[in-house]
């Protein structure tokens, strides 16, 4: 038969020890979520900041400005949105002044984001409205080109803006990344 005193020291020991082990794996365990945590949130932050965010201020802009210049011009949905459409030239005048100081400013901006912070994006591949967006951008500039040497006989880049596919990926990268932030920092949606 074990000696009662002996059973009773191995109990002593062998308890805390067990719990200490435990508590142990416990914290290993907790503190490997927390850093995952962390990193996810410092990754979606950095998306946030750097990509989403900057495209989806860009986009809200121009397509406010967007309107400014159809309110401005008295046009319903703008004009050249075909080669066959004929304004006149003051309206022509001013398409290529608000193309040239105020569109391809932003959208230059959007394409830089794209070639110099494509590592936050989401997908794998680059997004097709992505790479429209690049191909609209480089359309335009060669446009723009022609505009200068004073060839005006065309008005409308080989690549029209990805505007509705564009802003549905953006808005909708934008919104559910904030959504993520909101959700690791532990904020409550308000009632």
């Not at 945590?37 to 400005?65: C, H, I, M, T, W």
Request: aromatic residues 10%; hydrophobic residues 45%.
């Amino acid at each position: 038969m074990p000696d009662p005193v002996s059973i009773y020291s191995a109990l002593a020991i062998g308890v805390p020890a067990s719990v200490a082990l435990v508590a142990l794996v416990v914290r290993y365990f907790y503190d490997l979520r927390l850093t995952a945590r962390q990193a996810r949130l410092d990754r979606v932050g950095e998306q946030l900041r750097s990509f989403y965010g900057p495209l989806y201020s860009n986009l809200k802009l121009e397509q406010d400005l967007f309107s400014v210049f159809k309110e401005e011009h008295s046009l319903g949905d703008g004009f050249w949105q075909n080669e066959g459409d004929n304004p006149t030239d003051e309206q022509g005048v001013a398409w290529r002044k608000w193309i040239a100081e105020v569109f391809m400013p932003i959208n230059e901006s959007m394409l830089a984001l794209v070639l110099e912070r494509a590592d936050l994006i989401e997908e794998v591949e680059i997004p097709d409205c992505l790479s429209r967006l690049n191909l609209h951008v480089a359309s335009y500039r060669i446009l723009m080109a022609r505009w200068k040497s004073g060839d005006l006989s065309s008005h409308l880049p080989k690549v029209m803006f990805p505007g509705d596919a564009l802003h549905g990926y953006v808005d909708a990268h934008y919104h559910r990344l904030k959504a993520e932030q909101r959700r690791l920092l532990g904020v409550r949606r308000k009632a």
